[in-house]
């Protein structure tokens, strides 16, 4: 029988925790580097670094073929536009610098393939070495397009599938048919075993609401169908206030202010299948005992955690602005707890005037990845009982522009590929 081999840590002589090779090459590790530790009585948790880039998101466009019900454009007046080849090319070399190269995802707040370039700028993000994925609603994905993405060596395909009937699929993507979608995938799917001799990697991006939740099944029995590897599932951001009633997460987020109480003795939950029997009476203890094994994906899942700045992420607008992460690229607007929410873009500069490892390392971002890391915000997103909760300019916790107490993503209930 073949075992599978497992990296180990050691300590040496001088009482030095020693980290495999690979693993410091994988995470980009150098001397002096410094990683938080967490963990529980079982586990010692090293988070990465906030020094080491590992993901960029690249906006090619946020214009888009679509007006879904769920979309930010609905509600925002920002200015519009592609990514010109002036800077991407900036954006390609500015991360030259860094080793290992960063994995680079196409997405943002627009349809990648509505960029005439798209086939290119896959084409030089692969040629960094990096690995390449992309968020699309799938409808101009063509047999075409389907070819030359395969040829140039995308890794990864997301598709967006918020429905599993033509129905309630185009009740969301309004403008858009189901099957035409699936069409396109399946060929894509196709495309890629003829030329390359196996599955693509693929992902169904699902924003769960109210009126699809019931379609999840389904979908997740379509992506099955198609081949996809990976599922996504997040809850809908309500931009405009006739989607706040959408939202399956009131319930969570009131409990994201009851932190379990400590006269209550830890529970250790063994593994059962979830059914009509467990499910009612699980629930309820979730969300008062704490549980030391109760599975979860990660950390991520925690409270107070930045998903982009813990996996090391930074986002480049069409424009060139980098921002933080993927909810600062633009100013919008978005109600939580039925009040409305302004957060304003917030940029560290932009890479046609100064290269992406200058403004990774410039010290006003590098403090506010610290600052995020620490999450030391107040708690808008089930407090909303001041003014300040409206904005991201300040908290009553004396933190500056920009602030995250209110930041859906870092409670656990937003994701993003």
Not at 135 to 148: A, V
Not at 193 to 213: D, E, W, Y
Not at 224 to 239: E, H, Q
Not at 242 to 247: F, R
Request: charged share 20%.
């Amino acid at each position: 029988m073949k075992h599978k081999s497992v990296s180990c840590a050691h300590i040496d002589d001088e009482g030095r925790l020693i980290l495999p090779e690979e693993v410091l090459l994988r995470h980009g590790l150098k001397p002096g580097a410094k990683l938080p530790i967490g963990g529980n009585e079982h586990s010692i948790i090293l988070r990465r670094p906030i020094n080491h880039l590992a993901k960029v998101y690249i906006e090619p466009t946020n214009q888009c073929n679509l007006i879904c019900r769920t979309c930010i454009r609905n509600i925002w007046d920002e200015p519009q536009g592609m990514m010109d080849e002036k800077t991407f090319e900036r954006a390609v070399e500015g991360l030259r610098i860094f080793s290992p190269p960063p994995m680079i995802l196409f997405g943002g707040f627009g349809e990648p393939l509505f960029h005439s370039g798209i086939v290119e700028m896959v084409s030089k993000a692969k040629g960094l070495g990096s690995s390449v994925e992309l968020i699309t609603n799938g409808t101009l994905l063509t047999e075409e397009l389907s070819r030359q993405l395969t040829e140039v060596g995308l890794d990864v395909l997301w598709v967006s599938l918020d429905g599993a009937t033509p129905e309630s699929y185009a009740d969301i993507r309004l403008g858009a048919l189901l099957p035409e979608v699936l069409e396109n995938v399946t060929r894509y799917r196709d495309i890629h075993l003829a030329c390359r001799n196996r599955l693509p990697q693929m992902g169904i991006v699902f924003v769960a609401m109210k009126r699809n939740i019931a379609d999840l099944p389904a979908v997740m029995r379509l992506g099955r169908k198609l081949g996809t590897d990976r599922i996504l599932v997040t809850n809908v951001l309500p931009y405009g206030e006739e989607m706040g009633d959408e939202v399956l997460y009131n319930l969570a987020l009131n409990d994201l202010a009851k932190a379990p109480s400590p006269w209550l003795p830890h529970l250790n939950l063994s593994k059962m299948d979830m059914n009509e029997h467990t499910c009612g009476p699980l629930y309820k203890i979730i969300r008062v005992w704490r549980i030391n094994n109760f599975a979860q994906e990660g950390m991520h899942t925690s409270n107070n955690y930045c998903p982009f700045i813990e996996s090391g992420s930074t986002a480049i607008c069409w424009d060139g602005g980098m921002s933080p992460c993927l909810p600062l690229l633009h100013t919008h607007t978005s109600f939580l707890n039925e009040h409305m929410r302004v957060s304003r873009r917030y940029v560290v500069g932009n890479v046609n005037e100064r290269s992406v490892g200058e403004l990774w390392n410039t010290p006003e971002y590098v403090a506010l990845r610290e600052r995020v890391q620490t999450f030391d915000f107040s708690p808008c997103t089930f407090c909303g009982g001041c003014d300040l909760s409206k904005g991201n300019e300040e908290d009553c916790s004396g933190n500056v522009f920009p602030t995250c107490g209110g930041c859906l993503w870092a409670q656990g209930i937003i994701h993003c590929p």
